[in-house]
């Protein structure tokens, strides 16, 4: 879930949507542990902060259901803090590494060096794009650097995207 509909479901008071930003927390947890970030212990921090308030059993209720929504709206956003942290370099990187992409492609073309596209096997075509660009002694050091950001696999992905049929 979305966390701007997490957000609208604990402003409506639905106390589903408690466990369903500690889903979301231990989903972004265990992701965050499995790319190996560190940020990952933050977020077992905000999630054991709303597990607490499920042990508070002082007071009526209701009361315990307002002090769970009420830790639930300040967890949100320690939480998206924590991923933006993440996956701003990361989208910084995804547009350097497209725009070096669209200038190698320029120059491609310009120099004659890119076959002909089919449309039948187009994956085959954009992995043999790939390789006449890493291969090409200009454009070389260009491509490296594409890896160097993002690796090889996002590379080919973002070319796939920017090659004109």
């Not at 902060?49 to 769970?68: D, H, T, W």
């Not at 939480?79 to 725009?99: D, Y």
Request: charged residues 20%; contains cysteine; negative net charge.
């Amino acid at each position: 879930m979305e966390l701007p509909k997490l957000v609208s479901a604990i402003q409506q008071k639905k106390f589903s949507s408690i466990d369903t930003l500690f889903t979301w927390l231990e989903t972004t947890e265990d992701t965050l542990k499995t790319l190996n970030y560190t940020q990952c212990a933050e977020v077992s921090g905000l999630r054991a902060q709303l597990a607490q308030q499920k042990f508070v059993l002082n007071g009526k209720p209701n009361e315990r259901k307002k002090r769970q929504i009420s830790k639930a709206l300040e967890i949100i956003h320690p939480a998206q803090e924590v991923v933006s942290q993440i996956i701003l370099p990361l989208e910084e990187k995804i547009e350097q590494a497209r725009g070096l992409l669209k200038q190698i492609l320029n120059v491609a073309m310009s120099l004659g060096i890119l076959p002909e596209a089919t449309p039948q096997d187009f994956n085959s075509y954009v992995y043999n794009v790939w390789g006449i660009l890493v291969a090409h002694e200009q454009l070389r050091n260009g491509m490296n650097n594409v890896k160097a950001l993002i690796g090889m696999a996002d590379g080919i992905q973002i070319l796939a995207e920017e090659i004109e049929m």
